[in-house]
């Protein structure tokens, strides 16, 4: 085991040992079960979940809550230390590439693919003992707690689930028939892992520039060409754009394609890895760069169609990336909040200390928004699956808005969690190194920053007009929050209104691109604050959701002079009251509220 795992108490507290001199040395949270010590993601399961559907499914909610808390921990700590090797040739020189990785990232491999089955989870019954694919809402939610554990993983998990989205709506009968009963196989040992290469030198974020050509002989489409980032790269089935010979040049002329690891009849297909990336995160899971040299590919869809269809799964991508910052932030502040109720310097514990308490609320502020609205974004997702438009057009903009404000806001968590541990938070033997380096991906993978906030103005607000549903199913939640403050109500609804309104101005002007990431906040941080209002009125929820709510208003929301010094007596107690670890009555909350 982990030097740093040791018996904990159900609160989260080390067994006591006066004569151990390492005493003064504060643990982190590694042994606690993440599903338990979650009170939100335990409550918002309850709301957004039927009451058949969660009484099945808490008791594998809470086993792999304890799962991220001690197996999957320490087999994540040690497949970081242990990243994957790429052999380039076979003992008699063949050009049969292939990657060791440790057995600590196999293990993990069995708990996810195949104990759990999350490739197969949203797409057939028989997972977890459901007659039916899963909601959505507990899909994300197995990935939430499992990411507390390990981020590197879900890159492989997450690209299976929605490769087979795509296969499943856009591929043939026969490649459906070829491709499907493998990748949704709950056998480890003969199931079929999937991903996707877009990316080369040329291409980035622009992924109009690809170069890679696909050419149709006898019948046989074949790819040349080279991917420059490519993870999960011995994947056994890839989707991949490639042009067309005579195709247009941009997006328009792209083609999407399946492409084997393997042939039919057993060979390996003619791309090779040329070599691993050696990366500042997502250390246990393989990126590299693939060289196509007139490798057999399958056509998926439409010739002129692979650019639309490749982006439902990005956006399916960018919606999990939102889930695991959540997940990921939820992790951070477990670290804080354990070892500030053990750590003590100048005599008493440091969670004492008004400053650092103030540091803890503003790592919890951020997660607790990201909680809220990943629970609405699957919500909606299932309505929009079903077909509801409303859903739909929720859908198109809660996915680029989820994506771009949770992971930036991963990246100044985990560096503040590291922060209340001090000095030890910096070696790698503690766990807050990686969580820094792994944060700092979301913010890359499946678009920029400056992508997403793009594509939240200039096209989901100013070309789909989502904003307005959006918009729409807020003000419907604000209208239910009736047991809280009017005053603190109108707030809400002025912060909603001035923030749509921003919004559409922002997209409507053309020259207005600086401001993208400024509206696309505000948008964020406005939803979040009714949601978390919202939420913290409904019985069975925890009423402290709603102080997170006036924390985002206050903080993101409200314009304050920067020289002005602020001793608010309402923050200290509505701190003193999220830091608090008994119950909580809804009047304390809303005289708060009200404040």
Same mark, same amino acid.
Not at 116 to 128: C, D, N
Not at 477 to 496: C, G, H, I, K
Not at 547 to 555: I, N, Q, S, T
């Given at each position: ?26 643990? =982190?949270?590694? &042994? ?47 497949? =970081? ?122 291409? &980035? ?72 990336? =050696? ?102 997702? =299932?309505?929009?699956?079903? &077909? ?208």
């Amino acid at each position: 085991m982990h030097g740093n795992h040791v018996p904990f108490s159900a609160a989260g507290v080390r067994e006591a040992d006066e004569t151990d001199p390492s005493r003064h040395v504060a643990l =982190d949270c590694a &042994g606690l079960n993440f599903y338990d010590a979650d009170r939100g993601a335990r409550d918002l399961l309850k709301l957004y979940l039927s009451d058949d559907d969660h009484r099945h499914l808490e008791p594998h909610f809470r086993r792999l809550g304890e799962l991220a808390g001690g197996k999957l921990d320490q087999l994540a700590r040690i497949a =970081d230390k242990h990243p994957p090797v790429l052999n380039a040739r076979d003992a008699i020189g063949r050009d049969e590439d292939w990657i060791d990785y440790h057995p600590a990232y196999r293990e993990m491999e069995k708990i996810a693919f195949g104990d759990f089955q999350f490739q197969a989870m949203s797409h057939r019954g028989g997972v977890l003992g459901m007659e039916r694919p899963l909601p959505v809402v507990a899909k994300y939610a197995f990935q939430y707690l499992f990411v507390q554990a390990e981020f590197g993983l879900m890159c492989p998990i997450s690209v299976t689930d929605t490769s087979i989205h795509l296969i499943r709506k856009f591929g043939s009968l026969e490649l459906k028939d070829y491709l499907l009963p493998k990748m949704l196989s709950g056998d480890i040992a003969t199931m079929w892992k999937g991903t996707q290469f877009m990316t080369e030198r040329a291409g &980035g974020s622009d992924v109009g520039t690809i170069e890679t050509v696909a050419r149709c002989e006898d019948g046989v489409w074949r790819l040349t060409g080279d991917k420059w980032f490519c993870s999960h790269t011995d994947a056994d089935v890839a989707l991949v754009l490639a042009r067309p010979e005579g195709a247009p040049s941009g997006t328009a002329g792209l083609a999407l394609f399946a492409l084997p690891r393997r042939l039919k009849n057993g060979r390996r297909n003619s791309y090779r890895i040329v070599r691993l990336k =050696d990366k500042l995160g997502t250390r246990s899971m393989a990126s590299g760069e693939i060289r196509l040299e007139g490798a057999v590919a399958y056509l998926v869809g439409e010739v002129d169609r692979g650019i639309k269809q490749m982006m439902e799964q990005v956006n399916l991508s960018r919606l999990s990336h939102g889930v695991r910052a959540a997940a990921m932030m939820r992790r951070c502040v477990n670290e804080a909040l354990v070892c500030a109720r053990q750590r003590v310097a100048f005599g008493q514990t440091i969670v004492e200390m008004p400053l650092l308490r103030r540091q803890l609320a503003k790592l919890m502020v951020p997660t607790e928004q990201a909680l809220s609205m990943v629970m609405f974004a699957a919500a909606a997702m =299932d309505r929009a699956n079903a &077909g509801a438009q409303e859903a739909i057009d929720l859908v198109r903009i809660l996915t680029p808005l989820l994506k771009y404000r949770a992971c930036r806001d991963n990246v100044p968590v985990a560096t503040g969690s590291m922060e209340v541990r001090g000095g030890n938070g910096y070696i790698e033997e503690w766990v807050h190194a990686r969580l820094i380096r792994d944060a700092h991906i979301g913010i890359i993978w499946e678009g920029t920053s400056n992508i997403n906030a793009l594509d939240i103005i200039k096209r989901a607000v100013g070309k789909s007009r989502a904003h307005l549903a959006l918009a729409d199913a807020l003000r419907r939640r604000l209208a239910e929050v009736t047991s809280l403050p009017q005053r603190f109500r109108e707030r809400l609804d002025l912060a909603l209104t001035r923030a749509v309104a921003f919004a559409e101005r922002v997209a409507a002007e053309p020259d207005s691109e600086t401001s993208v990431r400024l509206a696309a906040s505000a948008l964020y941080h406005a939803a979040s604050a009714v949601l978390l209002a919202w939420e913290g009125s409904r019985p069975g929820v925890d009423p402290r959701r709603a102080l997170f709510a006036r924390l985002v208003l206050e903080h993101r929301l409200t314009s304050r002079d920067p020289l002005m010094a602020t001793d608010e007596a309402w923050e200290r107690e509505a701190i003193d009251l999220v830091l608090a670890e008994g119950a909580v009555q809804a009047t304390q909350v809303h005289a708060l509220l009200d404040a």
